[in-house]
């Protein structure tokens, strides 16, 4: 979930409805987790959300943005200083 340190005004609002049992569950989650319940099912909403975009493994291209991206894709890599020195360095991992 993304936070940045400046106050951003929330005002759009999702609507839903939910049973008295399902309701309880939220709540009593929510005070275990110490927030509201509404920053819970927020919380938990997000998530889902990042996991459900993040699992896409197919997208479609335009043939014009498909162009650039092979374009881009042939282009010669570039030499980064930092990187370079980075991997140099022998691995922490190798002797485990």
Known sequence: M?????????DERFNIRATADEKRLVEQAAVMAHV?????????AL???????ASQTRFVLSPAVMASFVDRLDRPAREIPALKKAAAKPSPFRDR
Not at 2 to 10: F, L, Y
Not at 36 to 44: P, R
Request: hydrophobic letters at 40%; aromatic letters at 4%; proline letters at 0%.
């Open 36 to 44: 509201t319940a509404s920053q819970f099912v927020m919380q938990a």
């Open 47 to 53: 998530r889902s959300a990042e996991e459900i975009l």
């Open 2 to 10: 993304t936070t940045h340190a400046s106050v951003r005004t929330k």
